[in-house]
């Protein structure tokens, strides 16, 4: 009798494969062949996904909340959830403000080249009301640069039309632009059938949720029984739907991943040069990703659940890893990052349903990580050099930011031009780094949802509710 392939490896099997095809059709020049029949498909594979997520989390929310035994059981896991995304997040943006201080991944840039975008910032700031040199140097008044001058305003003119930039620069504006307590006013829908019908706003979903929850508690078990049993119903089939779709997840992740390439360039020779450009600041998130993919996260694991051991973890988790990296999107991934949590790692029902769902919305570790890095390598390719306090912001302004960032591909870039206006610098420099972030965007994927993982085992752990069976055959 054959041996079952797991998942797992199906699904490395169609991203490897898709990769290779990519290379090969963008060699031959068959980009538009694969761009119009073959990434279709890997839009039908998140979108069948996403339709799942919103109603799943519903439901599963409303379960999860009703089936505890009291409210305050509900508080207390609610309070530890929000702790412990708080404080992995500020630990990714540590870890990314680390690395990017110690390698100095903008500096690998030409000097000439770093000193004509010294005298653009300068020329930015001159032109910008509101904002100032933050360092005091002023390389635009020594004349040997006079020359550089009007390049400068010339560059600046031509970013002003970046439309890409644009819009999301718009996008950002509208963020900072809502009262201190709008976050708490847009928690709350005015209409649960629109929240319900708009992927953005999953925090209004979770609210009605929780709230429909609690309220289930505080009536007599007899009368919610039946409401019970028909959100529960519901659970199960959607659950059903991912399991039926997973079954398919290879095929529709090689369409994915050979869209995604097919899109960057035309050649192999021209996405071998994006990355080049951008190398040292790519080798730095890359850098500072894995170390919370393979060294925080399994830490956390090791030394608060004692459970579970480093590769068994990979091992029952992957597929939702792997399919995180192939959306690029924690909405897409969460029906699949729930199955593999309550029925691989053995965290409860109840502990999957709330936990999970709120951390595919406030937890963005790797989003976070990203941010830092990033505004420190684009200070440092334009000779500015942050003081510990404007990195500091920096940590708040990430950490903050990375609640409100929804969990679509790229959303993390509005975020940015958030952070970079945080401590006055130009956010159209998020154009410098377009390049490269859809592939960055797929491995910050990964460490949000193994964060939402790790997290939801930790809770389950402090609460007695983690049933984690070594013996069980992935």
């Given at each position: 009798?054959?041996?079952k ?45 996403k ?17 505890l ?7 207390r ?24 201080n ?50 400068a ?19 950002a ?10 976050f ?51 659970n ?11 079954n ?29 450009g ?25 030394f ?11 091992k029952?988790f992957s ?19 729930m ?83 945080s ?35 930790l809770?389950a ?14």
């Amino acid at each position: 009798m054959t041996k079952k392939i797991p998942l797992h490896w199906k699904i490395i099997i169609g991203l490897i494969l898709g990769i290779i095809y990519s290379l090969i059709s963008s060699n031959f020049g068959w980009n538009s062949f694969t761009i119009n029949w073959i990434d279709p498909f890997g839009t039908i594979f998140i979108r069948l996904l996403k339709f799942i997520a919103i109603p799943l989390v519903l439901f599963s929310i409303i379960s999860g909340v009703a089936s505890l035994p009291d409210p305050s059981k509900l508080g207390r896991m609610g309070a530890k959830t929000l702790g412990a995304y708080l404080i992995t997040t500020v630990f990714a943006v540590s870890v990314g403000l680390l690395l990017v201080n110690v390698f100095k991944p903008g500096e690998y840039v030409a000097e000439e080249q770093r000193i004509k975008n010294r005298i653009k910032y300068e020329v930015w700031v001159k032109q910008t009301t509101g904002v100032e040199l933050l360092d005091g140097v002023n390389y635009s008044a020594d004349p040997q640069y006079a020359g550089y001058l009007d390049d400068a305003a010339t560059e600046l003119d031509r970013e002003a039309g970046n439309q890409t930039v644009e819009s999301r620069m718009e996008a950002a504006q509208d963020l900072k632009s809502t009262t201190p307590l709008q976050f708490i006013v847009d928690f709350v829908p005015d209409n649960i059938f629109a929240a319900l019908s708009d992927g953005g706003k999953m925090l209004q979903v979770i609210f009605f949720g929780i709230f429909f929850g609690i309220v289930m508690i505080l009536l007599p078990r007899e009368t919610t029984q039946p409401v019970l049993a028909v959100i529960n119903g519901a659970n199960e089939v959607f659950l059903k739907m991912v399991e039926l779709i997973m079954n398919a997840a290879p095929f529709f992740v090689f369409a994915l991943m050979a869209g995604v390439i097919a899109k960057m360039a035309n050649t192999p020779g021209e996405v071998l040069e994006i990355f080049k450009g951008l190398l040292s600041y790519s080798v730095t998130v890359l850098l500072g990703l894995l170390i919370m993919i393979f060294v925080v996260y399994p830490a956390i694991l090791l030394f608060m659940v004692r459970k579970i051991g480093y590769l068994e973890f990979f091992k029952r988790f992957s597929p939702a890893q792997f399919l995180a990296f192939s959306t690029s999107s924690s909405a897409a991934t969460l029906p699949v990052t729930m199955e593999c949590v309550r029925d691989n790692l053995g965290v409860s029902k109840n502990v999957t349903n709330f936990v999970l769902p709120i951390g595919a919305t406030v937890n963005m570790d790797g989003t976070s990580l990203y941010q830092a890095v990033a505004v420190v390598f684009l200070a440092q390719m334009h000779l500015v050099d942050l003081t510990f306090d404007q990195q500091l912001t920096i940590v708040l302004t990430a950490t903050l930011a990375s609640i409100g960032s929804a969990a679509v591909p790229s959303a993390g870039l509005v975020m940015l031009i958030v952070v970079l206006q945080s401590v006055g610098l130009n956010p159209a420099w998020i154009a410098i780094i377009f390049p490269v972030d859809r592939i960055l965007d797929m491995f910050r994927t990964v460490v949000n949802v193994t964060g939402d993982a790790t997290v939801s085992t930790l809770i389950a752990q402090t609460e007695g509710e983690l049933s984690y069976d070594p013996e069980l055959k992935i």
